[in-house]
């Protein structure tokens, strides 16, 4: 009894979705790939290069909008082959935001390697979600690819 209990519990705490679709995983896979990308990029051209991780937290919170807001956006009718070159620049600047704020943070000068939280990642969601881009995309149809 106790052991169904705690399966029951542990089920009850996890804010993740258990499926998504084939195509909603593709299009995440992509997404997931850019950000990874625009941290990568941003912490060479202005950390020279170094090491960082991306802390559970915000992997959490990036997992946890993304695997609503895909599925959300696909069963609304939007059209990744279209919306995609759009929606991985956006990634892509996810990935450079949550960089940019996780180099400001006074707590990662001195560790060697820079850890990106949800914190870093929660601002770079805001700064994406009110991007331009984003506007004009919620405004095309869109725009469910940038709610995060």
Known sequence: MVKRAAKKAAKKKSALPTSISVRAAHVFAECAFATGQGIERHMI????????????????????????TIPKALRAGNDWDLDRDIVVLMAQKLGVE?????????????RTTVEVNRAHVNT???IVSA??????????????YCTV
Request: proline fraction near 7%; hydrophobic fraction near 40%.
């Open 98 to 110: 949550a960089a940019t704020a996780a180099l400001a943070d006074p707590a990662n000068a001195a």
């Open 45 to 68: 051209r202005n950390a020279g290069g170094r090491p960082y991780i991306l802390k559970e937290g915000g992997r959490n919170y990036w997992l946890a909008l993304h695997t609503v």
């Open 131 to 144: 991007d331009p881009h984003c506007v004009k995309a919620a405004d095309q149809g869109a725009g469910p």
């Open 124 to 126: 770079a969601s805001k």
